[in-house]
């Protein structure tokens, strides 16, 4: 069965950070592809950033590049989303999602589109004040 389970959520004044953690358990951690995703309310969920199974390919939202940092830690089966400069329009809820990829997967042609990933954490709601 597969797990990811999200954490570091908050509220935090605008200019602020976070960082969202993702533990993920029940598969081979290390051949999947891992993003974050994002959705506020009655807002379609959008691609915050992502990153490939090695670890060595990111991608980001244009709206959080130079912002929002994602890294991965293989060996302990977690990855994370550093979140600087915080602005009100961050908010939201805060989705990590995994799916098995290798090089000249479609993944690496939408990287930052949910219909490529197929398992889902629960989120962590993060809120930003102005």
């Known amino acids: 069965q597969v797990q990811l389970v999200e954490s570091g959520g908050g509220s935090v004044q605008a200019g602020g950070s976070l960082r969202l953690s993702c533990a993920a358990s029940?598969?081979?951690?290390?051949?999947?592809?891992m993003g974050w995703f994002r959705q506020a309310p009655g807002k379609e969920r959008e691609g915050v950033a992502a990153?490939?199974?090695?670890?060595?390919?990111?991608y980001y939202a244009d709206s959080v590049k130079g912002r929002f940092t994602i890294s991965r830690e293989n060996a302990k089966n977690m990855v994370y989303l550093q979140m600087d400069s915080l602005k009100p329009e961050d908010t939201a809820m805060y989705y990590c999602?995994?799916?098995?990829?290798?090089?000249?997967?479609?993944?690496?042609?939408?990287?930052?589109?949910?219909?490529?990933?197929?398992?889902w954490g629960q989120g962590t709601q993060v809120t930003v004040s102005s």
């Open positions: 999602a995994a799916v098995f990829c290798i090089v000249g997967a479609n993944w690496y042609r939408r990287p930052l589109s949910p219909g490529e990933y197929n398992y």
């Open positions: 029940g598969y081979t951690y290390s051949s999947r592809c």
């Open positions: 990153i490939n199974s090695g670890g060595g390919s990111t």
